[in-house]
């Protein structure tokens, strides 16, 4: 089974400041990991992924094995930032056919950049 | 159409009431997944379909809830006999194809909520 955990259930900085919301996971395979965003009255939406090891709105996230974490930041944030963040697992590997895409989601942070 | 899009946004049930909440998801994406977001929670799964067949319906909570899928394209999830339980916000998700790397795009969500 695989687990998500977001220790923060709220963040709050203020603007330029730097960011770093947490994500810690537990897996016993091969984990893609995810951060999703919903911006207020918005649908979720993918950020960024750990395959593709891009920078996206500034957002960096690695995935570290060793200790089991996936950590989105942010050197300098901005009020746009503000909005709910989604760490998700999914696994890798399609392991007895079962691994078809199906995410597991943290509780998600709630961010908010003050001016 | 420009998304995946769910119908109503949202619903209102009186408890024991039987509810159908739509999903259209992106024309020609082989992949559909149904959430489950209680409030202050991540999203859970509940079940998936890889065009018509359901392949996983392990996150349903009880034998209220049954979801079909029927020509491959749009999605009912259908609960029955409502209970205060039951309410939250469902979310439905498509994506092109099975395989590992493919991104999956949310609908808005319904709301439901059993008084």
């Known amino acids: 089974a695989q687990r998500v955990t977001q220790p923060e259930k709220l963040l709050s900085v203020f603007k330029g400041a730097p960011v770093e919301l947490k994500c810690n996971y537990s897996?016993?395979?091969?984990?893609?990991l995810f951060w999703y965003v919903q911006y207020s009255r918005q649908r979720l939406q993918l950020l960024l992924r750990?395959?593709s090891r891009e920078s996206i709105k500034g957002f960096t996230a690695d995935l570290n094995k060793g200790e089991t974490s996936f950590h989105l930041k942010k050197p300098f944030a901005q009020e746009e930032d503000s909005a709910m963040y989604y760490c998700?697992?999914?696994?890798?590997?399609?392991?007895?056919?079962?691994?078809?895409?199906?995410?597991?989601f943290g509780q998600g942070t709630i961010l908010t950049v003050h001016p | 159409g420009a998304g995946v899009s769910q119908s109503p946004r949202y619903k209102v049930a009186k408890r024991g009431q039987d509810v159908a909440l739509r999903c259209d998801p992106i024309?020609?994406?082989?992949?559909l997944f149904w959430y489950q977001q209680a409030l202050g929670q991540g999203p859970e799964f509940l079940t998936y379909?890889?065009?018509?067949?359901?392949?996983?319906k392990s996150g349903l909570p009880s034998d209220r809830f049954f979801a079909e899928r029927p020509e491959g394209s749009v999605s009912t999830l259908k609960i029955q006999r409502t209970q205060k339980e039951d309410s939250a916000v469902y979310l439905c998700?498509?994506?092109?194809?099975?395989?590992?790397?493919?991104?999956?795009?949310f609908g808005q969500g319904t709301r439901l909520t059993v008084v």
């Open positions: 998700a697992l999914r696994p890798q590997t399609n392991a007895g056919g079962t691994s078809y895409g199906k995410l597991t």
């Open positions: 379909f890889q065009n018509e067949a359901q392949l996983d």
């Open positions: 024309s020609g994406h082989v992949s």
């Open positions: 897996y016993s395979g091969s984990p893609e």
């Open positions: 998700a498509s994506s092109r194809w099975t395989v590992m790397n493919t991104e999956a795009f």
């Open positions: 750990h395959i």
